[in-house]
């Protein structure tokens, strides 16, 4: 999962802020109504809503994706924070001693 997750760009866009058509590169990583998507290929002009047939995958349905400078709370194993503040992405973990946000 951490491999994944390394190239998150943030809130998927069409266009960028010149006008220009966004271009995601196979593993970029994005936030989409709350979802988040990996690109699996490299991708232009597609909503990641549109699945595999427009390059990209939900990466779980079941994972809480934060995107907030202030900690999440009643976090479930898997879940992701981006903070906003810092810029580092952590994902919650649980082992049998501990429960914590991890840096990715």
Excluded: C
């Amino acid at each position: 999962m951490r491999s994944e997750l390394n190239n998150f760009v943030g809130e998927h866009q069409i266009r960028n802020i010149d006008g220009s058509v966004a271009v995601y590169k196979k593993g970029d990583v994005v936030t989409q109504g709350g979802n988040l998507y990996i690109a699996t290929r490299t991708t232009q002009g597609y909503d990641p809503r549109h699945g595999s047939s427009a390059g990209w995958e939900e990466y779980s349905s079941e994972i809480k994706f934060t995107n907030s400078d202030i900690v999440p709370s009643l976090p479930n194993e898997g879940d992701v924070w981006f903070n906003t503040s810092t810029g580092i992405l952590y994902v919650f973990i649980s082992d049998k001693n501990t429960k914590q946000w991890v840096e990715t």
